[in-house]
């Protein structure tokens, strides 16, 4: 393994691995000062946000880290296209849901939490974790993603204290975005134009962002449809049952997240690898994704067993006796964990070759047979239920991009 490899492992391990940490020991905190409805009423505000940010998505992210991997005289689409197009995607995002949230959520404080959650959803997008991570400049994502979990742990920690604070969780995760954003503009310091090249009102621009969401398209469709995975679960809770319930599948469900880090670290260094090497070394590429799948499997299986006998003491350790029902959701969404990290291998490598309608084409598919378990699991065993679909939607989903795979790419794994 490179030296350069190395240390931009270690640096995205600390990167996202810390910033985890951090968020994960706020979100512990919360659980210990609110009561679990409370705990879910935030929980459901957070999952709406993530549910306005899907259309500034569309691929945008991908497509931007793959561009940014290049050399700016071989991109085929400028970092200003990419961020304006991404913030005006945004703006919609963000008016479509407010108005959802007015019309759907009628219970007060719900809902006066999931708005306040919105304005954190300009500040995300301004965050440019794509452009960092495409031009491999690791320190700086580490340093913006730290004072965005370190400010909004101090927040949590200074600002709130029981239930009757709920309201102020929301201003602070916005006002802990908003500082991350602030440094992501100033750490750039290069000679990217940050202005869009054209007027807004300039037919050009539009026409050059209607051929960036052409390319990304495929891919954000297929993103978007597979994150329905995570996201509609709280919703669905939240319609059968009650935000108490909400608030324990919230419990397992930050635990999981935690796991995910092995996930989010191994995608920050292999689509800009795979890119660069399918670019200028395209006879090293099956090498590199054979080497790189045999290690994903073992991680894989060390994960959806090694959380079995910690479970639950995790749970009630890190929470309270109260959330000791989240003990069982967690080991069996361990399992949704081992299989993302092989969905997001094959689809990845397959963006990198260039085969961006494939992820689209299997999220199709397994989509409403993901929608369908969650329904109908969710009814019949409650949060545990919700655990069995997740886990078994994205084993789903890995199977399906694994045909993707051998279908597009002449690689043997094995």
Request: with cysteine; proline share 4%.
């Amino acid at each position: 393994m490179s030296r350069s490899l190395t240390r931009d492992g270690l640096l995205v391990v600390l990167s996202d691995g810390g910033t985890r940490l951090l968020t994960f020991i706020a979100n512990a905190y919360l659980a210990k000062v609110l009561a679990p409805t409370s705990y879910g009423i935030a929980f459901l505000g957070l999952t709406i946000l993530s549910y306005g940010m899907l259309p500034a998505d569309l691929g945008l992210y991908a497509l931007g880290v793959r561009e940014m991997a290049k050399e700016r005289s071989q991109r085929e689409f400028q970092f200003s296209d990419l961020l304006w197009l991404r913030t005006m995607l945004g703006l919609a995002g963000m008016l479509l849901t407010g108005i959802g949230i007015l019309l759907f959520v009628h219970e007060g404080q719900s809902r006066s939490v999931a708005l306040l959650f919105l304005l954190a959803l300009i500040p995300s997008l301004w965050q440019m974790d794509w452009y960092y991570q495409g031009g491999r400049r690791y320190s700086e994502l580490t340093l913006i993603r730290y004072l965005f979990s370190g400010s909004y742990l101090a927040g949590i920690w200074f600002f709130v204290s029981g239930d009757n604070n709920l309201e102020r969780i929301p201003l602070i995760y916005s006002a802990s975005i908003v500082l991350a954003a602030v440094a992501a503009f100033v750490l750039k310091r290069d000679s990217e134009p940050i202005l869009p090249r054209e007027s807004f009102f300039n037919p050009k621009l539009w026409r050059e962002w209607r051929e960036i969401l052409r390319r990304s398209i495929p891919i954000g469709l297929g993103s978007i449809l597979a994150q329905s995975v995570p996201l509609i679960p709280p919703i669905v809770i939240a319609a059968m049952y009650d935000e108490e319930q909400v608030g324990l599948f919230g419990a397992a469900f930050r635990l999981t997240m935690i796991l995910l880090v092995v996930d989010r670290t191994f995608f920050t260094l292999f689509l800009p690898r795979i890119a660069r090497v399918n670019t200028s070394s395209p006879e090293r590429a099956p090498e590199v994704l054979r080497r790189t799948f045999r290690w994903l499997i073992l991680i894989g299986l060390c994960l959806g067993v090694g959380i079995i006998p910690i479970a639950e003491p995790i749970v009630i350790v890190v929470n309270r006796s109260e959330y000791a029902g989240a003990a069982l959701p967690l080991i069996l969404m361990s399992w949704f964990v081992s299989a993302t990290i092989l969905t997001t291998f094959f689809s990845y490598a397959l963006v990198a070759a260039g085969y961006e309608r494939a992820y689209f084409q299997a999220a199709l598919v397994s989509t409403p047979i993901t929608l369908l378990l969650i329904f109908l699991l969710t009814w019949q065993f409650g949060i545990v239920g919700t655990a069995v679909s997740i886990s078994l939607a994205e084993i789903i989903m890995a199977t399906l991009m694994y045909g993707k795979f051998r279908r597009h790419l002449d690689v043997r794994l094995w």
